[in-house]
Antibody, heavy 121, light 111 residues
Framework: QVQLVQSGAEVKKPGASVKVSCKAS????????ITWVRQAPGQGLEWMGW????????NYEKMFQGRVTVTTDTSTSTAYMELRSLTSSDTAVYYC??????????????WGQGTLVTVSS | DVVMTQSPLSLPVTLGQPASISCRST???????????LSWFHQRPGQSPRRLIY???NRDSGVPDRFSGSGSGTGFTLKISRVEAEDVGVYYC????????FGGGTKVEIK
């Protein structure tokens, strides 16, 4: 069965970076893409970016461009999301989800369990 | 950028009664491939979102048929024919035609 298993919770200081992983199993990794979505405490869902495991293409939400990098490692079927220059407003649960290999939009119904990133001095 | 606006923000419902959530986009959502990438997600507290509906009106596997999606252009609706206790939570619409954008969410609770 399709599974996306994310790395564990992180606590970071302001100005630091965080890298969250999302290990995929149960399907051919290179046939799909991975989308990253975050959710601040008590808030809604916010799209961050997408990476194609097929060809390495990536797209980002404008507000994160320059500060986030999403990648896929086909040798380990793992996707990564790195967010830099963290502030307290980046405290959130970060989700990965499976999508199309071609574009961000066709988000499917396979999600990771979420990774809580807390930014605190 | 496409903005997705949901209404209402909060929806108190009576068990067994119908419920309806509206979602409007600032741009039309027909993709150049002819599909309309409008989905609906449901999220319970502490859980990952679950997709209910994709491409406007297609129910995901295992989704009860009391859920239905409709709409076109810039206006879309999620309907629950008879609300059950397990339907509480927050519902989000999402467009995937112009990159990806979520609506702000509608919280459904039992009266």
């Amino acid at each position: 069965q399709v599974q996306l298993v994310q790395s564990g919770a992180e606590v970071k200081k302001p100005g630091a970076s965080v890298k969250v992983s999302c290990k995929a199993s149960g399907y051919t990794f290179t046939n799909y893409g991975i989308t990253w979505v975050r959710q601040a405490p008590g808030q809604g869902l916010e799209w961050m970016g997408w990476s194609s495991a097929y060809n390495g293409d990536a797209n980002y939400e404008k507000m994160f461009q320059g500060r986030v990098t999403v990648t896929t490692d086909t040798s380990t079927s793992t996707a990564y999301m790195e967010l830099r220059s963290l502030t307290s407003s980046d405290t959130a649960v970060y989700y990965c989800a499976r999508g199309s290999w071609a574009a961000p939009g066709n988000l499917e119904d396979y999600w990771g369990q979420g990774t809580l990133v807390t930014v605190s001095s | 950028d496409v903005v997705m606006t949901q209404s209402p923000l909060s929806l108190p419902v009576t068990l067994g009664q119908p419920a309806s959530i509206s979602c409007r986009s600032t741009q039309g959502l027909v993709h150049r491939d002819g599909n309309t990438y409008l989905s609906w997600f449901h999220q319970r507290p502490g859980q990952s979102p679950r997709r209910l509906i994709y491409k406007v009106s297609n129910r995901d596997s295992g989704v009860p048929d009391r859920f239905s999606g409709s709409g076109s252009g810039t206006g879309f609706t999620l309907k629950i024919s008879r609300v059950e206790a397990e339907d509480v939570g927050v519902y989000y619409c999402m467009q995937g035609t112009h990159l990806l954008t979520f609506g702000g969410g509608t919280k459904v609770e039992i009266k």
